[in-house]
């Protein structure tokens, strides 16, 4: 069974920065991408940045230029280091990883919560 496990969630005032891990249970080549996404309350899922097994990155327009996404192959962990936040960054984040023919695994989420 695959396990995805986040923390580095917490309170941060506006323009303040903190760093997400996430923790694989099976190293990080078994997954063709991975990758971060939030959920605000009232709100749907929302994808934020992705990272391929190739090393590829995208973004989303909203965190696009403040959040960087990496990883780190000896430690099956994958980071998400965000700069610059502002309280509509305020959600749950949830770690995720895609295996061809098998879908989508996902983390049980961390909150961040950026007060003005």
């Known amino acids: 069974q695959v396990q995805l496990v986040e923390s580095g969630g917490g309170l941060v005032q506006a323009g303040g920065s903190l760093r997400l891990s996430c923790v694989f249970s099976e190293p990080l080549f078994t997954f063709n991408a991975m990758g971060w996404a939030r959920q605000a309350p009232g709100k749907q899922r929302e994808l934020v940045a992705v990272?391929?097994?190739?090393?590829?990155?995208n973004y989303s327009d909203s965190v696009k230029g403040r959040f960087t996404i990496t990883r780190e192959n000896g430690k099956k962990t994958v980071y998400m280091q965000m700069n610059s936040l502002k309280p509509e960054d305020t959600a749950v984040y949830y770690c995720?990883?895609?295996?061809?023919?098998?879908?989508?695994?996902w983390g049980q989420g961390t909150q961040v919560t950026v007060s003005s």
């Open positions: 990272i391929t097994s190739g090393g590829s990155r």
């Open positions: 995720a990883a895609n295996r061809p023919f098998q879908g989508t695994y």
